[in-house]
């Protein structure tokens, strides 16, 4: 059986590391570190492009396992299609919720208050005083309650919202109270003064928040997005900011990076943060506990954690 393992991630800078495998540190470098077909457990690089994390997967001839360091897949689907049946793909649930969880209080919190009129007034040496909206007494709306929305929730606490919708691809009940299918988001949407998209990219959620979507959205709402970029359509959500109907704050664009000279930037009414959702000084320590968790399971013959799909798996 081959034993090594490629981490983005020096080895030696991880402690805890089971012994047996070959450690390779590779993190997105022109070369690689050894041959792909000896990689048994690859570590995808983070926040790099995706034609980067997926060109060593068509050699990946005898790769058992795909760990990403992110909550979404999606930059590295393209490259499943190359990799024999049974491999496992994991993602980094536990690692990225309370960095992104930090940052959507931040971009709502920043929004609703009018920080960057400020920070633009300071700029000025102009006092700009005046009447802002609260997050207090509002009505959100989260769309995709896995581990993130979860955490989005547990930060909205204490900041004594009117009430909290959840809406996931499926129905169930949590101890905070229902979570609605994504059926009912017609019907939810016109109650919500904050509406938060944390879900995954999927072919069912591409372009969700879309022209109808916003329609439907009240006059004055803030839309959030810690998701990915294509789930908001980017020419319907231009028109509503430009009519001034509502107001936007996104961690996350489409296209990605924003070219320079995009409207998006110039639009009224938007706060954009440059994809900074997941690195913060929170991410290392959670990776690595992360690793060595999976890694310490992968020697053992343990399950995985966080275990997406097994490829040539059936779907149905």
Known sequence: MTADVWLPIPPDEIEGLPGGPAYRFWNGEEDFPADPADCAFYVVPYMKPSPLCVRPMPEMSHVQVVQTLSAGIDHVEPGLRHLRPGVRLCNARGVHEASTGELTLALILASLRGVPDFVRAQ???????GFRPA???????IVGYGSIG???EDRLVPFEV???ARVARSERTTA???VHPLTELPALLPEADVVILSTPLTEATRGL????FMSRMKDGALLVNVARGPVVDTKALLAELES????AALDVTDP??????HPLWRAPGVLISPHVGGPTSAFLPRAKRLLVDQLNRYVNREPLRNVILTTGASTG
Do not use: M
């Not at 928040?209 to 109808?212: S, W």
């Not at 001034?244 to 107001?247: A, E, K, S």
């Open 150 to 152: 979860e955490a989005i």
């Open 244 to 247: 001034g109907r509502i107001t």
């Open 256 to 261: 990605e990076p924003l070219p320079r000279e």
């Open 135 to 141: 997050l207090a007494d509002k009505n959100v709306l």
């Open 123 to 129: 700029d000025r040496g102009e006092w700009l005083a």
């Open 176 to 178: 905070r109270g229902p």
């Open 209 to 212: 928040a879309g022209a109808d």
């Open 162 to 164: 009117a009430r909290v």
